[in-house]
Structures are given as structure tokens and as C-alpha cells.
């Protein structure tokens, strides 16, 4: 299976260093198994579950962004969203660095994460994910989303279908992400003290909630 590889170091004061390697399919751009052998129980697909979600537990038997998180949520448990840290990103096409606040360097990571998971409510965002672009303002996420959304809307229409061009679908997308967030959030608030990843799942949201705006 050919891949395709990000890499994200957390480097926090007194020179130690977290590394997350992130491997996308090639083809389907979702995220290679990296489940660890022992799942928490709240990754339970009907731990505090979206409400619109489109997964059975008789078939999903846990959430797949939630798997994809426990990594993270483990660090995520010793920082604050105001403790400064250095994030390196390095993808086959570019380095980045930048000194920062761990919610925002824990939310470009989460968004990476979350994209490309297998939830279906964020699978549109796979092409974002993609061409990965790390701690991207709110301009540039809603450039890139409309973007998008309109290339694809170009190829439906090669395809004889009807396109839509009020980007009344795209609205849809994002108003189910905005679901799917709250309900990510009673999930991490059940097993964090800290206020790290709840704060980078929140900037995620401000998105989520600024493109149909």
C-alpha cells in the first residue's frame, strides 16, 4: 500500500519531544490502522455518540475519530492551551515550524486527524487533508473548503448531473461537523482534567460554524 506521510513534533519545554507519524492510504486517503491493542472504553461508538451519526455499533463498534485520538488525548492530559510549545510538521512537500500555544498546535493535528479518520460526516474534507496545510487561518480553511467544494461541483457537472453552485450541500457538510463537534466535545471533557484538546477541538468548530456564514 503506497502512503503518503506527515509527521508532527510536539517539542515542549526542557528539550522533551513528542513525535505523531501519520500515514494517509494513497488511494482512499484515509488513515492506515494505527489503533492501539487496547481501546478505552470512551471510544465506544455509543459513548456519548453524535447524534447524526451514520454508523451502527452492531458494525462500528467504536468511534473511528475517537480511535484515531487516543495518542494524542494521552499528552493532551499534561497540557494546558496556554503552555507555549514548538511544533515541527514536515510533509513530503514542506517544513514547517512554529512556536505556539498547545491548543493550537494540538488543533492542526486534530484537524488532520478527524479528516481522514472514516467518520462519513468527515470525509469530504479528505482532499483538504491532502494538501495538508497546517495551522491555516480561518480565511484561508474557508478558501480552500469553497474551493473545493466547487471543483467538485464542476466535475458533477461533466458527469450530466446538476450542480450546486449556492453551495446549499456544502452548508449541510458543515452543519453536521458542527453536530459531530459538540458531541466530540462531552466525549473528551469526560476523560480530560486539562483543557488542551477541548480548546483545539473549539478553534476547529469556530470553522466549522464561520463557512455557512
Not at 484537524?111 to 491555516?136: D, E, N
Not at 467544494?149 to 461533466?158: E, G, H
Request: with cysteine.
Amino acid at each position: 500500500m503506497e502512503t503518503i506521510p506527515f509527521r508532527y513534533i510536539f517539542q515542549f519545554p526542557g528539550d522533551e519531544e513528542e513525535i505523531f507519524d501519520i500515514f494517509l492510504d494513497k488511494r482512499i486517503l484515509g488513515l492506515t490502522d494505527d489503533r492501539p491493542e487496547e481501546l478505552p472504553l470512551w471510544t465506544n461508538l455509543n459513548f456519548h455518540q453524535c447524534p447524526n451519526c451514520l454508523l451502527s455499533i452492531h458494525t462500528h463498534p467504536r468511534c473511528p475519530v475517537a480511535v484515531h485520538l487516543v495518542k494524542l488525548m494521552k499528552i493532551c492530559k499534561n497540557l494546558l492551551s496556554c503552555d507555549l510549545i514548538n511544533v515541527k510538521i514536515i510533509t513530503p512537500e514542506r517544513v514547517v515550524s512554529k512556536e505556539t500555544t498547545a491548543q493550537k498546535g494540538i488543533s492542526s493535528l486534530m484537524g488532520l486527524i478527524m479528516a481522514t479518520s472514516g467518520c462519513p460526516h468527515t470525509s469530504f474534507l479528505k482532499p483538504m487533508a491532502r494538501f495538508h496545510l497546517p495551522f491555516a487561518t480561518e480565511e484561508e480553511t474557508v478558501y480552500r473548503a469553497v474551493s473545493m467544494y466547487l471543483l467538485a461541483q464542476y466535475f458533477v457537472k461533466k458527469q450530466g448531473q446538476k450542480a450546486d453552485l449556492e453551495l446549499e450541500g456544502l452548508s449541510k457538510i458543515y452543519y453536521n461537523i458542527q453536530i459531530m463537534n459538540n458531541a466530540m466535545a462531552k466525549r473528551l471533557r469526560a476523560i480530560n482534567d486539562k483543557d488542551s484538546a477541548i480548546n483545539a477541538l473549539i478553534l476547529l468548530d469556530i470553522f466549522a460554524k464561520t463557512l455557512p456564514d
